[in-house]
Nanobody, 121 residues
Framework: VQLQASGGGLVLTGSSLRLSCVASGTFDTYTIAWFRQVPGEDRDFLAAVNWRSGRTNTARSVYRRVTISRAIAKNTVYLEMNRLKPEDTAVYYC????????????????WGQGTQVTVSS
């Protein structure tokens, strides 16, 4: 499985942003998730979607501002973030694991390269 994340950038506080993760390979049974990481810290789970069922899981800390979805025809998982804050500044990664969603970065086998999101006040 290969993952390609994109969509990051420099935005203003209060803006919205949609990140994309294009997957390739065989991943019908996989869960694809989004994490983010700031320097010196572990990757934090944001949201995940099971590719086959479409079932989603979203972290409680962001669920009011974050939506994850998938476009089957495009092999793409999206992460839409609203009302962005400076503390959302991080590198955002998509990741995949064979099975149901978990919140630990260590459970995910495949990772995209990351896309930087910077929220300016």
């Amino acid at each position: 499985v290969q993952l390609q994340a994109s969509g990051g950038g420099l935005v203003l506080t209060g803006s919205s942003l949609r990140l994309s993760c294009v997957a390739s390979g065989t991943f019908d049974t996989y869960t694809i998730a989004w994490f983010r990481q700031v320097p010196g810290e572990d990757r934090d789970f944001l949201a995940a979607v099971n590719w086959r069922s479409g079932r989603t899981n979203t972290a409680r800390s962001v669920y009011r501002r974050v939506t994850i979805s998938r476009a089957i025809a495009k092999n793409t998982v999206y992460l839409e973030m609203n009302r962005l804050k400076p503390e959302d500044t991080a590198v955002y990664y998509c990741a995949a694991r064979d099975g149901v969603a978990t919140v630990s970065q260590y459970d995910y086998e495949y990772w995209g390269q990351g896309t930087q999101v910077t929220v300016s006040s």
